[in-house]
């Protein structure tokens, strides 16, 4: 694995630990890539880092807990990992001074299918009445909630509704909505097996990409759903869900080829079906995802 990969490795799972307001884990508690990612930087000579990488970890001195919380708390954690793997050969600073607890949790119960129903419908009621994104809400048709098994074992979220989405009010049910069935089909499963849902449940006008604040706006419903649906994998179709559930910025070519965390579900992140209408040759690398997901979900 290259430098690259392990710096953003490292980097996502203190993301995750973060995101469960985790400030403190033992080096023994991180998962055994985590382990064996830092082992390996602490391999590397400072030459074979960047200038940039290979400030001296006094540049770093905050404590992890300061790092995480930090206004750029990516590019911090990267230089902490770094600069901490490099001194010492450990996690020192980073990782002993940040929890015992275990990120990927779920923090409600698990309900039974008619407490989900009356749930989901609650939901549906609030998204239905929601005015929060106020540069959308008057060019909306309809909200679009999401359709799907209430029990799934696989959720796929995209990014927004489109025109045909809005006039339907149900998820990707135009182009790059066929284009997902297909793939969802190529996996032996059908719709009606899994959970199709958005990160925003209304339409930007004109299909633009939504803004931070707008998908910040939704993402307790997001959130919701999902606690509701408990499901063990989540795809991430593209880079709103990604911001959305991981909270990440980091590009779709970065995240992809590997699992993430979102509470109790393991994420997949790959390109959203609507960049494959544009990018053919991008399919192979979705579908390298899918057998992925499939693998680890018994699929195959
Ligand atoms: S996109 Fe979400 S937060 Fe914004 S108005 Fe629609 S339902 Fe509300």
């Not at 930090?70 to 600073?93: L, M, Y």
């Not at 489109?162 to 997902?180: I, N, S, T």
Request: aromatic share 6%; charged share 25%.
């Amino acid at each position: 694995m290259d430098k690259n990969r392990l710096l953003d490795a490292l980097a996502q799972v203190l993301e995750n630990y973060r995101r469960c307001g985790v400030s403190q884990v033992a080096r023994g508690s991180l998962p055994e890539s985590a382990q064996l990612a830092l082992e390996r930087l602490a391999s590397l000579s400072p030459a074979e880092l960047s200038p940039a990488e290979n400030a001296s970890p006094a540049d770093y001195s905050a404590s992890a807990e300061g790092i995480v919380r930090g206004p750029s708390a990516e590019s911090s954690i990267r230089a902490q990992v770094t600069a901490d793997a490099v001194a010492s050969g450990s996690f020192a600073a980073a990782a002993q001074q940040t929890a015992n607890e275990q990120p990927g949790k779920w923090t409600l119960p698990v309900l039974e299918i008619a407490e989900r129903v009356q749930q989901m419908e609650g939901l549906d009621r609030q998204i239905r009445d929601c005015r929060r994104c106020e540069n959308i809400v008057q060019f909306r048709q309809r909200t679009v909630f999401g359709e799907g098994k209430l029990e799934p074992k696989i959720c796929f979220m995209g990014e927004a509704p489109g025109a045909d989405e809005d006039r339907q009010g149900r998820p990707f049910v135009g182009k790059a909505g066929q284009l997902l069935t297909k793939i969802i089909a190529a996996m032996k499963l059908t719709r009606e097996e899994v959970y199709i849902l958005n990160a925003l449940k209304c339409r930007p006008p004109q299909n633009r990409t939504p803004v931070p604040e707008e998908i910040e706006n939704c993402r307790n419903f997001v959130e919701s759903q999902l606690e509701v649906l408990k499901p063990q994998f989540i795809v991430c179709l593209g880079a709103v869900a990604v911001r959305s559930i991981l909270q990440s910025n980091l590009s779709i070519g970065r995240l992809r080829g590997r699992f993430h965390n979102y509470r109790g579900a393991r994420v997949v992140v790959t390109y959203h079906p609507s960049y494959l209408l544009r990018n053919e040759s991008a399919k192979r690398l979705v579908w390298e995802d899918m057998k992925m997901l499939m693998r680890e979900a018994g699929l195959d």
